[in-house]
T-cell receptor, first 113, second 108 residues
Framework: GAGVSQTPSNKVTEKGKYVELRCDPISGHTALYWYRQSLGQGPEFLIYFQGTGAADDSGLPNDRFFAVRPEGSVSTLKIQRTERGDSAVYLC???????????FGPGTRLTVL | GQNIDQPTEMTATEGAIVQINCTYQTSGFNGLFWYQQHAGEAPTFLSYNVLDGLEEKGRFSSFLSRSKGYSYLLLKELQMKDSASYLCAVKDDYKLSFGAGTTVTVRA
């Protein structure tokens, strides 16, 4: 079946702009996660959704970052007033529930000029 | 806090065996995962250990010792396509904490 998909695959923006990154989880997966991966590092947790609600957003770096999952399926990560330090690969993962294995999407590579 | 250590790089010859070690100190533990990540691609799930001992899955095996905070991933009969980064991750409740990854290069 279809895996986790993310769009766009690449996003180049200018400092100060607003960006939205989209994640389509595996059908039927209730848990959805966003991670951020910088070059040469492992992914770092950002936020976890169970259904429509953000159960844990403790990994979001600051209030410029926000994520939604209005219908319990697709999620959007929103970054306001982007900074060069936001440049990274943003990975989305989903699982049947929080106890199950997480399956990752291919990521969105964000570059802030 | 979470502290997960693994070697940065390893090189091995096609057909050989490589063992990637991972040590961890974490505040909680609900299992240890290994993922494979080719450059520019998604991490793909390889193995999961929650109890002490060895889990074997084809050419890949993973071992866990919870008392020592130690795991290893064993890759046998190495193939060129195994050249990738291997990520060790500890699960605490629902959250995965990752090491920085070990880049394995397989030489002909």
């Amino acid at each position: 079946g279809a895996g986790v998909s993310q769009t766009p695959s690449n996003k180049v923006t200018e400092k100060g702009k607003y960006v939205e990154l989209r994640c389509d989880p595996i059908s039927g997966h209730t848990a959805l996660y966003w991670y951020r991966q910088s070059l040469g590092q492992g992914p770092e947790f950002l936020i976890y959704f169970q259904g429509t609600g953000a159960a844990d957003d403790s990994g979001l770096p600051n209030d410029r970052f926000f994520a939604v999952r209005p219908e319990g399926s697709v999620s959007t990560l929103k970054i306001q007033r982007t900074e060069r330090g936001d440049s990274a690969v943003y990975l989305c993962a989903s699982s049947l529930d929080s106890a199950d294995t997480q399956y990752f999407g291919p990521g969105t590579r964000l570059t802030v000029l | 806090g979470q502290n997960i250590d693994q070697p940065t790089e390893m090189t091995a010859t096609e057909g050989a065996i490589v063992q990637i070690n991972c040590t961890y100190q974490t505040s909680g533990f609900n299992g240890l995962f290994w993922y494979q990540q080719h450059a520019g691609e998604a991490p793909t799930f390889l193995s999961y250990n929650v109890l002490d001992g060895l889990e074997e899955k084809g050419r890949f095996s993973s071992f866990l010792s919870r008392s020592k905070g130690y795991s290893y991933l064993l890759l046998k009969e190495l193939q060129m396509k195994d050249s990738a980064s291997y990520l060790c991750a500890v699960k605490d409740d629902y959250k995965l904490s990752f090491g920085a990854g070990t880049t394995v290069t397989v030489r002909a």
